[in-house]
Structure formats: C-alpha cells, structure tokens
C-alpha cells in the first residue's frame, strides 16, 4: 500500500470503532506521532507504545485498538482479493463510507488526512456497470461528469480541490439556469475584481482561491493517460503574467452603497509625465468611466534609486479624494503606480462611509495588479459565489467545501424505478445502494474519459465534455415544472460513449 492508502485503511478502521471522524483524525494523528502510520505497524508495535500514543488513560482501548489490527491482517489474502474486485462481488467487503455529519476542520488536517477523508465508490467492473439504471436530476450528475473529468484535465489538483472545483461548476450552472427560467434574479453573486484567477471546468470560467501552502503526495496521474499534445494546467487558467500585466491596468471590484459605485484602477508606471497617455488609454478601454461623476487619481514614482519620490494627485470634484488615494499609496510603501478611483454618484450623501468604501476599492486593485501568481501546479479551491457568509466557513473565504460536494454524491443514485413491488429496505442498505450506484457511475465515467484522454488535448476533452453529458442525461421537462426533477439513467449509455479501438478494425 501507498502512504496515502494505509491512512485510508487505519481511518476507516478508527472510525469504525470512534463513529466520529474528528476522534478517529485525532487519534490517527496521536498514532502518527509515534511513527505507526499504518494497521500493520500498529499490530507488530509494543503495546507500551501504543499506549503511549493514546495516552496513560487509554490502556483499555490501546489494548482493543491493537487486537482490532492483529484481526485486521489475519485474512490478508481475502482483503486483496477485496481489492483486486473494487468491493463489486457480494462477497467481498467494502470499505465503510460515510456522509460526514459535520464540516472538516481543514486546519487541524494533514493533506493525506483530509484526502482520505473525502475517498469515494469507485467501480469499473464494465458488466456491473451495464445491468445498472439510476434514478437522478441532472445537477449531481454533472458534479460527478466534472469530478472524474478534472482528474485527467487538471490532474496536478487534489480530489478535495476537484469536488469543491466540481462543485463550483454545478452552482454556477444552477444559478444560470434558474435565472434563465425566471426562478432566480440576476445580481444575485459576488462581484470579484477582473484579475480574478479563473479555471476552466465543463467550459465554464471557474474563479479561485489558491490553497497557499498545501501539499498532498498522492499521485493524480498515476491512472490516468497522459493527453495527447498535453497543454499545461495553467492553459485553461486566466492568470495574470508577470510580463504583460505590467502595461495594463487592473480593476476591482465594483462596490455599491445607496446608489453610489465605486469602481478603481491601477497600472505601473516609471515616470509621472506618462499619467496623461494613461488616462486616455483607460479611457478608451472602457469609455463608460467618462460618464461617471468623478475620476479621480493619484500617481508616486521614483527616481532611479533616490529615496526621492514625485507625487501628484487630482479629485476631480470628489474633495480630498486624490490625495486619500496618495496617502494610501504612501501608507503601503507603494511606488512607479497610478491609481484612478472612479464614482458614479447615487444621489445620495455618503458621509464618512464613503472613505471606507474607496479604501476597499483602492486595495483590490492594488492587489490585482500584483497578482503575478500561475496556477499551474498549486492546488486551489472554487469560490462560492453565492456564499453570503463566508466568515462561517473554516477558511473565512467563500469556498465550495469538498465534503459537502461528497455528501450531495453519496446522496443522490438511487435505483430506477423497476415497476415491481419490493420489500421496503433498511436506512443503511439503501445507503449501501446508493453508494454503490455511486461507484459504477464514476467508473463508467472513468473509462470514458480515459478512452479519450491519449488523443485529445486537455483542452479539448474538457469542451467535448459537456456534449457527453447533454446525451446522457435525464430526460426532464423544459422550463420551471422540470426544475430538481429526476429521471432514468441507464450507465451503459456512458460506456457507449467510449472511443472505438481503430487498431482493432479491419
């Protein structure tokens, strides 16, 4: 077993007895910190050491844990055979998943802790997945075609960055939807700053967050085809280069009080008699700031290496507003940078919010225009642009969290429908079902894609995507009548998508 593998197995198993995941992490963390990392270390170790691990008072259940592994490692033959099916035979035992009741504390995680919390049913034995028909609306099962598909287009991402990614698909699409056919109002998302990191999921631009300083070991490829003409991850990501964001200017966000908008700008400059020829160009960039009430600015440049600085500013009938925005600039040690900070005016005496409001303004665009950072290799998360409350989730950011992403999976496959009166099953076999459902539908989507993979660009394979999904679908009524409505899907349609094996052909 890999490391990231034997994590999986010793939690299952701490769960299975703690039945809570936050005691078996806690404990698994305990376990690690003693160097038994895996359920056979834990069995061949002294019960001292076990101990130890768990605490002066936990002999009792040092004692239990290590009997519980030594039981664990006495039918290794029947666990690989386990393993070798996928859990697919009724005889063999599946690894124990579970929806989690509660949000992962990501900070209290390694990356191998918090990916093998979020492991999900994988089946690709093909027969199994023929004679399977589930019952879905369409918005899980895009999660899932985004899910498997991220893992052969960005395969540099964690699995909890492709379900949170996947996620962040599904809402977008939703929203567009639902305003589409009249259930939703448009305006309703967060408004980000143009410079703005975005990925490509489904064809769809995806905003993101970088997970700065996580790490995982796991291998994404290790599974998965390498593309033909491989295009880098960060080709379907809307970054800012170093090179060319120098001469362009950079925006933020649009705020908004009681009718007044605020909007600013930035660009690098190295002499302040170039301010003019800035302006114009701003100007015809986007000609609808001449319309506004005010365009004020403020520009600080060097000479060479003097301490020295030239500053210049103008309110443009906004007062104190050009030197405000000078003095922010000064406060951040900030030069070589003209800032034009715009208002359309509301009609409506601001008072002293209105510094508050170009402060914000004035900081996210000085942020977008050093924001020089590729998402080539970095793991990231999908911002939740709906997410009203971001200060409730554990990062303080509106992310799509993985775990929930899992959960809306390992809910959403029943059975089809079979027109015949069964016996009514228990919580936990239909959970069991669906569970199962689950596995055949992403490992009929992992054949899929990988059937393609080695003769199409990531890129492409990410545009083809969408058509796959439109054929499989369930069919629902158009318009609101139809909206959450579930119907058939017969997996064997997936598979039928796969690409045909010219070598084969005569």
Known sequence: MTGQEDLQELLRLLKARNKSMMNALKQAN???AKGLKSIAQIAEADLATVEQALGASEAKEAKKLQTACKDKLKKPAKRALDEASGGSGDAAKKPRIEIHRHDLDYSSMSGEQLEAALVLPLIEDEDAIRETVIETNRAPLVLAFAVELLRFTKPEQPPSSRLSL????VSANSHSKAVSIGIEKPGKEEVLSEGQPKVTVLGRQIPV????GYAWSGDAQSDSPAPASSTSASSSATVSNPQSSRNKWAASRRLSSKGSIFIAHAISTTSSAARAGLMKSLMEEKPHLEEATHNAWAIRTSFGNSPLKQEASFDDGESGCGNFILQLLRELDISNTLVVLTRYYGGV???????RLMRECINDALSAQRRTASLADEPVWGLDMQDTRPATSTIGMP???PEAARNYLLRSFGPAASGTKTAKKTVAAANEERYENLGRLLGALRL???SWAN????????????SWYVAVRPDVEAGPAGWGSKGPLRLGKILDLRRKDTSQQT
């Open 455 to 466: 003769v199409l660009s990531r890129d492409e394979l990410d545009r083809r995507a969408w």
């Open 448 to 450: 899929l894609f990988a």
């Open 349 to 355: 005496m601001l008072g002293p919010d209105r510094w």
């Open 166 to 169: 996947a996620q962040a698909v």
């Open 209 to 212: 967050l970088k997970r700065s």
């Open 399 to 401: 992310v799509h969290r």
């Open 30 to 32: 305990a376990l690690q």
